[in-house]
Nanobody, 127 residues
Framework: QVQLVESGGGLVQAGGSLRLSCTAS????????MAWFRQAPGKEREFVGS????????VYADSVKGRFTVSGDNAKNTVYLRMNNLLPEDTAVYYC????????????????????WGQGTQVTVSS
């Protein structure tokens, strides 16, 4: 019903910046929360940040708070992740995810809250 496509990944030096985009198509009116997750080699997929469409509330993981910003463009059905002051430990595949179910008992940072996922985009930060 909803499809997500990420873009904007690449190679950047530590201290640099990058902006990722996630565009949703399909039944976007059924999307309540969109989030960014990342997964580094050998590690579990972890929450990065999220935005709630109805009120634009954002939530961030402690590891990226103050460095990353999640924003949304309602007209374009697009969510962005602006990443500043990148660190080598930020290297990962970044995934966009969407919650399309009306109700959930899962927290905003829980992977199982989200039922739609993008294909991921690679971010590599060199030291």
């Amino acid at each position: 019903q909803v499809q997500l496509v990420e873009s904007g990944g690449g190679l950047v030096q530590a201290g640099g910046s990058l902006r990722l985009s996630c565009t949703a198509s399909g039944r976007t009116f059924s999307t309540y929360v969109m989030a960014w997750f990342r997964q580094a080699p050998g590690k579990e997929r972890e929450f990065v940040g999220s935005i709630t469409w109805s009120n634009s509330n954002t939530v961030y993981a402690d590891s990226v708070k103050g460095r990353f910003t999640v924003s949304g463009d309602n007209a374009k059905n697009t969510v962005y992740l602006r990443m500043n002051n990148l660190l080598p430990e930020d290297t990962a595949v970044y995934y966009c995810a969407a919650q399309t179910r009306r109700t959930t008992i899962m927290t905003i940072a829980s992977r199982i809250r989200y039922d739609i996922w993008g294909q991921g985009t690679q971010v590599t930060v060199s030291s």
